[in-house]
């Protein structure tokens, strides 16, 4: 298609297509153009204009780059993989732009295993400052804490090349992901409300992304974007209605803001003009934009994209506010709504009330009619409807009176194989009843691609009196384990039911939290990204170490980090934490501690043999004075917690502990004995656990968070010979 065959009204449109002729010929193809509104014609003319000045500003850098490219053989680094740089190996290259090249990088110093992306920038003119420049962007990614946004780990010099460690985030560019997969507006209104929350938080910390596009914004397999390249991010030292004093060193056509083409200083502003046109794309290549919701959107981001600032939307928070109340239907702050459009949002708004009185419309027509109906036909409809309550009760009477429901929930004695004990009597199994294990557990963890084997039917119900039915996946073999390997990471639900002679029924259900090892299985919702032990709890989620527990309503996932930490509990994620390290080496044993099988004070069975590896290990490595004494829900104190780390701690290093220097706390009274105040000693030696104005605060109770953050720095101990900690994962 020519250019004055063109039905495009949209200036930036109008301006691509010209871009296939030279500077002299754009303005003589714009007039070719019939019925041509005047507006947008001089729009298009102003964005001429502007392009061919900043063509003449920026070619010269541009041909200055392009040769000491060549002439420093910068091609080099396409040809990098298998290259180490600060302990990581490059592994493949992902990404090429005009500020250099990124690769993916592996861990192979030995420590633990860690991906991450690295950014290798070309010696170009703009960029001469050298380390200055990748001080100043690393700087500004290390303001940010947040899930949506690239972190920065470390910055140095390759050769004659500065480079950058980041995050690696394994996923596609938003426009690549969306050729690939057909998303439903849900979905897309979802994702760039998660690039709003994340923009946000960089303007909160005062910077400027300057370059949103969709090729800097990547998409992961769960659907969740991120934030790249900040390369050209800039730092506002001022209030959000005062420009930057800095300009960009870049832009991208379609999406950039009128101030950046022309090459003006920057606001906030101009990042919500960006974003707009960003989801304007979104919209337009995917969706019908005759949909309501639709229209309704592309209100809100053309006010956002007007190309005068102070008239457009100023901040990135008021646009998402304004997309919301879009998405609802709520038209009341939109502007350019059409009267056809208020009316049908109105409708939709109140359908519930419509749909109600309708409703009661009805019934009273039909109550009149039956008023004016003859007796007779009226004390039939009534005998009837006698009829119907007599059966009904007669049900509910029979399903209370048969006891079935009962023998579910409660049984007088509970039979043990060999290796469980006996205990009687007992309330309740926890909802197992008599044909599933009382030791089963709800929740339960594992990797992709691993076997799983589950003992769920006890030895003392044959197995071939049941009727077994499973959903979810996975099969129960003749000795009573449930079988399965998923091959998803995620969590997964699976239940069983079990029919005996077709007149005992009883379900049981199981949750799995399938990880692989590099995505995080599952999100914490009481875990949000500003929680100071955010990083630690969720590196110990990717481990397996914490999967948490269902919320009430069975749909999300909650550690509680602010709960008291119970011994049980805190000892599994020691522990599990030094195994994974390579401190110790946890397997399955005999010995069995009665006393991790107790009841609480409603009665009910509650089971922590789970913990029968941990205390056989701590019983034989004298970690633990009497493990038959050992009380699985009492709180854990400071005192307690040091002593368990700081035995752990001389498994990692006995050497140091000959030279370190022993502290003194204020309330070296408080202590049990003069062990425990040695065990506080090397435990805040490690900087695992702190003192307050040099009190160590022995009796105090401690949070499931702290105990998940010192299992984190277990994990990450450095093979130095002093210790060392990564503050973040």
Not at 54 to 78: E, I, M, R, T, Y
Not at 360 to 365: D, G, K
Request: hydrophobic fraction near 35%.
């Amino acid at each position: 298609m020519t250019i004055n065959e063109s039905k495009k009204t949209d200036a930036l449109d109008i301006f691509s297509d010209l871009l296939a002729f030279s500077d002299n010929e754009m303005t003589l193809e714009l007039s070719k153009i019939n019925n041509l509104d005047n507006k947008v014609a001089a729009e298009v003319k102003q964005l001429i204009s502007s392009h061919i000045r900043n063509k003449q500003d920026h070619f010269l850098p541009l041909l200055l780059s392009n040769s000491v490219n060549f002439a420093l053989g910068n091609n080099d680094l396409l040809f990098l993989s298998g290259e180490i740089i600060d302990d990581f190996k490059l592994i493949e290259l992902i990404g090429e732009g005009g500020q250099g090249v990124v690769y993916k990088a592996q861990r192979c110093d030995g420590k633990f295993d860690q991906t991450v992306a690295i950014k290798l920038l070309y010696p170009a003119p703009h960029l001469t400052a050298g380390m200055t420049t990748l001080n100043y962007e690393a700087q500004s990614l290390a303001k940010f804490s947040h899930h949506g946004i690239v972190r920065v780990f470390n910055i140095g010099e390759y050769q004659h090349y500065y480079y950058m460690v980041m995050d690696y985030v394994p996923g596609l560019p938003l426009n690549t992901f969306l050729s690939k997969r057909n998303l439903s507006l849900d979905q897309a209104f979802s994702i760039f409300l998660d690039i709003c929350d994340a923009l946000e938080h960089a303007h909160n910390q005062q910077i400027l992304h300057a370059d949103i596009k969709p090729s800097n914004i990547l998409i992961n397999s769960k659907m969740k974007p991120s934030l790249v390249d900040f390369g050209i991010a800039r730092e506002s030292h001022s209030s959000l209605s005062v420009k930057s004093n800095t300009k960009p060193l870049g832009f991208t056509l379609n999406f950039s803001s009128p101030e950046q083409l022309n090459g003006d200083t920057l606001n906030f502003s101009s990042d919500v003009y960006s974003a707009a046109k960003v989801f304007q794309y979104v919209l337009k290549n995917h969706f019908r934009q005759t949909q309501l919701k639709v229209r309704l959107i592309n209100s809100v981001l053309e006010q956002a994209s007007l190309k005068e600032a102070i008239n457009r939307t100023p901040t990135i928070a008021e646009l998402r506010k304004s997309l919301q109340s879009a998405y609802v239907l709520d038209v009341s702050k939109i502007k350019d709504v059409s009267n056809t459009d208020r009316f049908t949002c109105y409708c939709a708004k109140f359908k519930p009330v419509f749909t109600y009185f309708f409703f009661i419309s009805i019934f009273s027509a039909s109550f009149l009619y039956v008023v004016s109906s003859k007796n007779t036909t009226i004390r039939e409809q009534q005998t009837k409807q006698n009829q119907a309550i007599d059966f009904l009760s007669t049900l509910f009477t029979a399903q209370e009176s048969n006891g079935e429901f009962y023998k579910i929930l409660n049984n007088d004695t509970m039979k043990g194989s060999n290796t469980q004990p006996v205990i009687s009597p007992i309330n309740n199994f926890e909802g197992h009843g008599n044909f599933f294990s009382p030791y089963v557990f709800t929740n339960h963890g594992g990797k992709v691609n691993e076997e799983i084997k589950l003992k769920v039917i006890p030895d003392s119900i044959n197995i071939s009196d049941l009727s077994l039915k499973v959903k979810g996946g996975g099969y129960i073999s003749s000795d009573g384990y449930y079988h399965n390997i998923f091959y998803d990471d995620g969590i997964h639900t699976i239940t069983i039911q079990a029919l005996k002679y077709n007149k005992k029924y009883e379900k049981l259900t199981l949750r799995f939290v399938i990880r692989n090892g590099s995505d995080l299985p599952i999100e914490f919702s009481d875990v949000t990204p500003y929680n100071p032990y955010y990083t630690n709890i969720h590196y110990l989620a990717m481990r397996g170490i914490v999967i948490g527990r269902p919320s009430h309503d069975g749909k999300q996932r909650v550690f509680q980090p602010e709960q008291v930490s119970k011994q049980a509990e805190a000892l599994s994620i020691l522990f599990l934490s030094a195994h994974e390290k390579g401190l110790i080496q946890l397997s399955k044993t005999d010995k069995y501690f009665k006393n991790l099988v107790i009841h609480n004070q409603q009665g009910f069975i509650e089971d922590f043999s789970w913990a029968n590896a941990y205390l056989n290990y701590a019983h034989k490595a004298g970690f633990l004075p009497s493990p038959h004494a050992f009380n699985p829900k009492k709180p854990v104190s400071k005192e307690w917690l040091a002593v368990t780390v700081s035995q752990l701690l001389q498994l990692y290093d006995p050497n140091q502990l000959k030279s370190y220097t022993p502290i003194h706390f204020k309330d070296v009274t408080s202590f049990n004995d003069l062990k425990s105040l040695k065990h506080a000693q090397l435990c805040h030696f490690y900087k695992f656990c702190s003192a307050e104005s040099n009190y160590f605060h022995p009796k105090k109770i401690v949070t499931r968070a702290e105990v998940a953050d010192i299992g984190a720095k277990i994990l990450q101990l450095s093979a130095r010979k002093k210790p060392y900690f990564i503050n973040s994962y």
